[in-house]
């Protein structure tokens, strides 16, 4: 799968997300006397997708279609104007609510304008933040992902056979033991698996178009191994006196900490929401297992934290040519771009006669 379809099955999970969240509080008998007060949910739903993906999608866009004329200048006009055409759709949707408004109906109608809102939050706010560490690369995606299916299959495995003293109220099946075992083997699968996705340019390169092709690119000194040699202290018996680690392998124990740590809390928030709407699934699109919901409640928080902490402490400072080419591609038009070149041109012809 490249990164274009995995982007899209990301939206997919979000509109099952979506749609189990919006009849989670809903009441046949006032959406009956309402008509068309659901659509009016997923017009929403279509403005803040348009809205969280526009911008972000809309430079792999341009740097897709440079060469058709016409689709080129669409699209620029699009992302000019992406930001007026959300807020026009929007208006027209805060609008379509207010005309909606029925006597005796107040109360509900607003508490699903709002329970709507929180959804959009929730999905799009964390789940975005998953699109973005995509198109860094796929390895960004699939290694955190990865540590909370490791984490959650090593808790319940160490809980069933180990566990004995509870962990929290909220959720009454999880033991101390179980935590800490999957804890252990999580920080050490993120080690291991680092080092394993970390050799497949296909995972590692970053993806700055919507092209489906084959990548090639230079890794960068993250995903290139360097000789370690093991202390004095290590047994003779051990044949192997050095080893070759991935800097990327050290950064990967501190998202490993985080899937072990601080990601189950949105498994137990989740819970907690559930308990108090006296809920035992978000839905029932995955028979026997409630809901996408109920699978992505740590994955969401987990891919946030993977997207800023790559962002914090691994993106590249230094400007690039393929940067600045790409924001002139996204801030200029076509004529401000020949522009460009021109004086451009006209700089290094100086600059070369003064050298001369």
Not at 153 to 180: C, D, H, M, N, Q
Not at 186 to 213: E, M, Y
Not at 223 to 250: A, C, D, H, N
């Amino acid at each position: 799968m490249g990164h274009l379809y995995i982007w899209a099955m990301v939206v997919v999970i979000q509109i099952f997300m979506a749609r189990e969240l919006f009849n989670l509080l809903r009441r046949a008998n006032e959406d009956g006397q309402l008509p068309g007060f659901r659509l009016l949910n997923w017009h929403f739903f279509f403005t803040a997708m348009l809205f969280t993906y526009g911008r972000f999608l809309s430079q792999h866009l341009v740097n897709t279609i440079t060469t058709d004329k016409l689709l080129y200048r669409l699209v620029s006009w699009i992302v000019k104007y992406q930001m007026f055409i959300c807020y026009f759709l929007y208006t027209s949707g805060f609008v379509w609510f207010i005309l909606t408004l029925k006597k005796k109906m107040y109360k509900y109608q607003f508490s699903q304008y709002a329970w709507t809102h929180m959804i959009l939050l929730t999905v799009f706010a964390q789940s975005s933040f998953t699109v973005a560490n995509i198109f860094e690369g796929i390895f960004w995606l699939l290694l955190p992902a990865s540590l909370i299916a490791i984490n959650d299959i090593a808790a319940y495995f160490f809980g069933f056979f180990f566990g004995r003293t509870p962990l929290i109220k909220l959720s009454p099946k999880k033991t101390w033991e179980g935590f800490i075992g999957a804890s252990i083997t999580t920080i050490i699968s993120a080690f291991v698996l680092a080092n394993i996705f970390g050799r497949f340019q296909w995972l590692t390169c970053p993806r700055r178009d919507l092209s489906t092709g084959w990548l090639s690119c230079d890794p960068g000194p993250m995903f290139k191994p360097e000789i370690y040699s093991l202390p004095g202290w290590v047994p003779r018996w051990i044949p192997y006196k050095e080893t070759s680690v991935m800097s990327v392998q050290w950064h990967a124990l501190v998202l490993g900490l985080f899937a072990s740590i601080i990601a189950p809390f949105g498994g137990f928030f989740a819970s907690g929401f559930k308990r108090a709407f006296k809920l035992k699934d978000f839905g029932d699109s995955i028979p026997g297992h409630g809901g996408i919901t109920d699978r992505m409640d740590c994955q969401m928080v987990m891919a946030v934290f993977a997207y800023i902490y790559y962002q914090s402490f691994l993106m590249p400072e230094n400007l690039s040519i393929e940067t600045i080419l790409n924001q002139i591609l996204r801030n200029l038009t076509l004529e401000e771009q020949h522009l460009l070149y021109s004086q451009l041109g006209k700089i290094l012809e100086e600059r070369q006669f003064l050298q001369s």
